[in-house]
């Protein structure tokens, strides 16, 4: 293997690729990445076993061939290198890799490709789905953080994808709460012949921390192509390919139980509210079991915390709309982080009662809801 | 056999036989009349383990020449006039048997020289003969020597132990004694060979130290209290910081008005205090002084005055957890404000000293302060201050540690820590999962019965049998009381409702808890129990890799504790290396 590439070009795709490398792992050669130069092109992969990504891009080879060099200080050195031209390759000595740039000579003890554990095939039957990288994106971003990291129910660590045409659903839930996204895509139904290759995938789990890692890498890209053949989700774009094991299980049904009505419903500009909460609840910081409460009533929204040796904390705000009056508490960390994955200048607050399920959501955009149970605070 | 009277020599060696069963009997009485005779310094002799010549000298106050026949004289006694006098009894004896008990059934010679007479007398008495007096030349004080004991009762005489065993009994009087009275120098000698000494400077640490080494008597902490109100009872003592235990309850050791004493519900407020600081089987060491009104104490229970009972058993019981729990920083406030003597550091202890806070804690509050960063809870720094006071001798007292940076993760267990600065820098080991569990621990405790209730946004199935619902049914209070919501959903299942907010696995543990057995004792204790369990479980686990935030972020809510030093089950939290440590390891001093 030989090729040549620019420091910046390869600095990236190191980077980005070195994210899935695992800190520790039961297989050493998982901490390595494979490099596959063939044909003007270089196709760098890394896998944690669970997930595995291969970015490529155009590259001089002169010669085709693999090697797996240790990828945290192959990205350290190649990200400190100059930016001019680099060249790799494959030196006598057995699974040595030279890595040279004008007045530098660096040779890196490598380890077996052959030993590398080979992503499957994208499938190229069954069905499979087109996106825009920007909308899957977005519906990971918005649900991510309310899955759960308990591994206890590993189901729940994952967030499940509903992919229909021009339509993509994220929903994500610790059990505690639910961030549910939707993205309906714009229309490119009129050239006809996509919608042929579009066909719905229902219900993946998958780790959300693979399709965190997956956003990162899908976003720039115009389209996206996802496809499952029951035990991993594919997806490619034009210059990477990612594959991450699904969850196994049945995902809880979360939306059937909830209230079809809630009776009180406010709103409140978004980030008046969450600055109050902010404040209120770097009483208890640290401490999740000081519960943040709301009183709404009275024309107004009082928002309270107490712990105990450390002391009291209360904020009113002015409600923008005022509805039932309520008074209701949650965990200060689940309610903030509802308040703050919504974008809009306000805030509609729907709740049922105090031990029921209460909604958050964008009055100007249907198409983010976030559900949060409130916590007991006494009795 | 018709009924007579006894002729008054046997009366007197059966009515002797109560007070008086062995060797350590009688180094008890003498040595309690010295203390009585308010003397600095008591010197116990024996031979053959107390068998062949016992000897108690003091520097008391002495006994006036006429009045020494009295002394051996049954029922005759300075210490009490008249029976009112019992409530307000302060010296050890009052019953005015003991001389004449050992006279009894022993060869007793009594000398004894007031500080203001120019020379002393002795007595010696034989069992039914009358006493003879003689001048002798002595410094002031009293000098008892008995010999022969039970010469006149064989069968107690058979009944005796070895040498080593009466010697041992002998020994533990004297110590026990010693403690009682860290202001008396005792000196105990056994065929001439010196057994114990004590300072008798006042300091009951050095008392410790010279009975049980200096090691033992450094890492005691040191406990003073009055409590206020109609008990008026004082409280001082030494007792063994969380962590630190015993196989056995030897060195549990009370004393009640100078007395040692035996006290159930003393012992048991100890026990209590010292749940979930201490792993199983394991008990305090306690060196507890108690002062209160004679009034309140009835010594008079049993003949050796070993067992007493207290008027207000329930108050002292109170008073004496509560102090307990405040001495080892536990919820009922902040440590007591107490300076302590310091007794010299074995050199060359290698083991890794488990520590119970080795920094001076207002250094630790200035070093969080100069990093800017707000990690520890506010609520530290008036407990830290308090202990900041007392932290000058650097080996430091309560408190919680200082913030420490993690360095690594040794066996996927141990947090490999960096704490303190400047001196006062120093390696720790965190076991993890033990500090985990005292945090989970002390947030279920502190969350009030019905708060931090989570309620779920779908239920959780948990399958039922008949014997989990036997359980559900009759554990269903505790489990609501720890934050458990469920209801029945048909005959085989159970839906989980609500769990206590932030567990990890409530529905594998929440099953777990009903197949479990279930703990006993009181409503309190059951529900400690299974806080202690939920902890467990929820608990960061020994063996999980923890990347260096996690490992901040477990630290962080660990040192936020009340009572760090100690899983819920006693097993040490954390391990300091110090600097001295280090340094006598390198061998650089």
């Known amino acids: 293997m030989r090729f040549r590439l620019a420091q910046p070009a390869l600095a990236r795709l190191l980077q980005v690729t070195s994210r899935i490398v695992p800190a520790r792992s039961p297989l050493p050669i998982t901490s390595g990445v494979l490099l596959r130069a063939e044909a003007g092109w270089l196709e760098v992969t890394a896998t944690d076993l669970e997930m595995s990504a291969t970015l490529g891009l155009p590259a001089t080879v002169e010669e085709g061939g693999e090697a797996v060099l240790p990828a945290r200080f192959l990205s350290d050195l190649v990200r400190r290198a100059p930016a001019t031209d680099l060249e790799l390759s494959t030196q006598e000595e057995a699974l040595a890799v030279r890595l040279a740039w004008p007045d530098a000579d660096f040779v890196i ?7 590398f554990p080979r992503p499957a095939a994208f499938p190229e039957e069954g069905p499979a789905a087109t996106l825009r990288g920007r ?19 590993p189901i729940l660590t994952g967030i499940l994808l509903e992919i229909a045409p021009g339509r993509i659903t994220a929903l994500a839930t610790d059990g505690f709460r639910i961030a549910r996204q939707e993205v309906v895509q714009e229309s490119s139904a009129e050239e006809g012949e ?7 995938i229902g219900g993946l789990v998958v780790p959300a921390r693979s399709l965190d890692v997956l956003a990162g890498l899908g976003e720039a890209e115009d389209e996206i192509r996802l496809a499952s053949d029951g035990n991993r989700l594919h997806a490619r774009g034009n210059a990477f390919h990612f594959q991450a094991s699904l969850l196994q299980g049945r995902y809880p049904q979360v939306l059937e139980l909830l209230p079809s009505r809630f009776v009180a419903s406010w709103q409140l500009g978004r980030e008046e509210l969450l600055a109050a909460c902010e404040r209120v609840s770097l009483l208890g910081a640290g401490r999740e079991q000081a519960p943040l409460r709301l009183q709404f009533g009275d024309g107004r929204l009082v928002v309270a915390a107490d712990a105990p040796e450390l002391g009291r904390a209360r904020e009113e705000l002015p409600p923008l709309e005022e509805g039932e009056p309520m008074e209701i508490a949650f965990n200060p960390r689940f309610w903030m982080e509802g308040l703050k994955v919504l974008e809009g200048e306000r805030v509609q607050v729907e709740m049922s009662g105090p031990l029921s399920a209460a909604r958050l959501r964008d009055p100007e955009d249907g198409s983010f809801f976030y559900i949060v149970m409130p916590m007991r605070t006494a009795g | ?33 010295a203390l009585d005779a308010g003397a600095r310094r008591v010197v116990v002799e024996l031979e053959d383990g107390g068998r062949a010549a016992i000897r108690v000298s003091d520097d008391g106050r002495g006994i006036a020449p006429e009045e020494l026949p009295l002394a051996v004289e049954r029922y005759a006694t300075s210490k009490l006039e008249r029976f009112e006098d019992l409530e307000r009894l302060r010296t050890l004896g009052f019953r005015g048997e003991a001389l004449a008990s050992v006279a009894a059934v022993a060869l007793l010679s009594i000398e004894s020289r007031p500080p203001q007479a120019e020379a002393g007398r002795r007595l010696r008495v034989r069992a039914g003969e009358p006493p003879a007096l003689e001048p002798v030349a002595m410094a002031p004080g009293t000098r008892v020597d008995v010999r022969d004991l039970f010469h006149n009762v064989p069968a107690r005489r058979a009944h005796l132990r070895s040498a080593r065993a009466e010697l041992l009994a002998c020994e533990e009087v004297v110590a026990a004694h010693a403690l009682a009275h860290p202001g008396v120098a005792f000196r105990l000698l056994h065929e001439g060979r010196a057994l114990l000494e004590t300072p008798g400077d006042g300091e009951m640490r050095h008392v410790v130290a010279a009975l049980w080494g200096e090691e033992l008597a450094g890492s005691l902490r040191e406990l003073r209290e009055e409590a206020p109100g109609p008990l008026a009872l004082k409280l001082s003592g030494l007792v063994s910081p969380p962590g630190l235990g015993r196989a056995s309850r030897v060195l549990e050791r009370f004393t009640v008005n100078g007395r040692p004493v035996e006290n159930l519900s003393l012992r048991m407020a100890a026990e209590e205090a010292y749940r979930n600081l201490l792993p199983a089987h394991r008990h305090p060491v306690l060196l507890l002084a108690l002062e209160l009104p004679p009034l309140e104490v009835d010594v008079n229970v049993h003949p050796t005055k070993r067992v007493v009972r207290f008027l207000h058993e329930r108050a002292v019981h109170g008073t004496v957890y509560a102090a307990l729990r405040r001495a080892l920083g536990g919820a009922e406030g902040a440590p007591p404000a107490a300076a302590s003597s310091r007794v010299r550091e074995t050199p060359g202890a290698w083991a890794w000293r488990q520590v119970y806070a080795p920094l001076d804690a207002g250094e630790a509050v200035a070093a ?14 008036p407990a830290a201050n308090a202990a900041g006071k007392e932290g000058e001798e650097g080996e430091g007292d309560e408190g919680r540690p200082p913030r420490l940076r993690p360095l690594a993760q040794l066996h996927g267990t141990y947090l490999l820590c960096l704490g303190g600065v400047g001196e006062a ?43 989990r619902r036997a359980a559900w049914e009759a554990r269903r209070p505790l489990l609501e009381a720890l934050g458990f919501r469920a209801e029945e959903g048909g005959p085989s299942s159970l839906w989980l409702r ?10 594998a543990l929440f099953a777990d808890l009903l197949d479990e057995e279930a703990p006993g004792g009181a409503w309190e204790e059951r529900l400690r129990a299974w806080r202690a369990r939920v902890a467990c479980r929820t608990a960061v686990r020994a063996g999980d890799p923890l990347e260096p ?10 040192s936020s504790c009340r009572q760090p030093w100690t899983c819920p089950h006693g097993r040490p939290a954390a391990v300091e290396i110090s600097r001295a440590e280090l340094a006598r390891r390198f061998l650089r001093r």
Not at chain 2, 498 to 507: C, D, K, T, Y
């Open chain 1, 109 to 115: 003890q490598g380890m077996s490709p052959d030993e």
């Open chain 1, 135 to 153: 909308d899957l994106a977005r519906v990971v971003r918005r649900t991510f953080f309310a899955a759960s990291q308990d591994q206890a129910r």
């Open chain 1, 194 to 200: 996509q919608e042929e290759g579009a066909a719905a």
């Open chain 2, 1 to 33: 056999m018709s009924i007579r009277r006894l002729p008054r020599e046997v009366a007197e060696r059966i009515a002797a036989g109560e007070v008086i069963e062995r060797p350590a009997s009688v180094v008890k009485e003498l040595v309690e009349n």
């Open chain 2, 368 to 381: 969080v302060a100069a990093a800017g960063e707000a990690e520890r809870p506010a609520v530290a720094t």
């Open chain 2, 425 to 467: 820098e120093s390696l720790w080991l965190v076991d993890q999962h033990a500090a985990d569990e005292r945090y989970w621990f002390e947030r279920l405790e502190q969350q009030a019965e019905g708060e931090g209730v989570q309620p779920l946004v779908a239920p959780l199935p948990v399958p039922l049998d008949s014997r």
């Open chain 2, 498 to 507: 609500a769990i206590p907010a932030g567990l990890r696995g409530a529905e």
């Open chain 2, 549 to 558: 935030e996690a490992q901040a972020a477990l630290l962080a809510r660990w």
